[in-house]
């Protein structure tokens, strides 16, 4: 089956990304035709700058990277 991560992508205090995230995953969850993983990217040291991306390839890079998930949203 295939591991598809929903990734809460902003670290900043006050942020709504959290629990927009969660809303989604659950009712990915629900569709049971992948492995739907939450990840929050504050629970990775990532750099502040955007100088990495280029480094993975991307947006779609980091995803792959933290989680080895095929896909990333």
């Keep these: 089956m295939i ?3 929903i990734i809460a ?10 629990a927009v995230s ?4 659950d009712h ?3 569709r049971g035709d992948a492995h739907y993983e939450l990840v929050d ?4 040291d ?4 955007f100088v990495q991306l280029a ?3 991307g947006a779609q890079g980091v995803g792959e990277e933290l989680l080895g998930v095929e896909r990333a949203l």
Excluded at 41 to 44: A, M, P
């Design 46 to 49: 990532l750099p502040h700058l």
């Design 3 to 5: 591991k598809i991560g």
């Design 9 to 18: 992508g902003s670290t900043r205090p006050g942020r709504n990304g959290e």
């Design 55 to 57: 480094r993975v390839g």
């Design 22 to 25: 969660r809303r989604v995953h």
């Design 28 to 30: 990915a969850v629900r």
């Design 41 to 44: 990217l504050k629970d990775y």
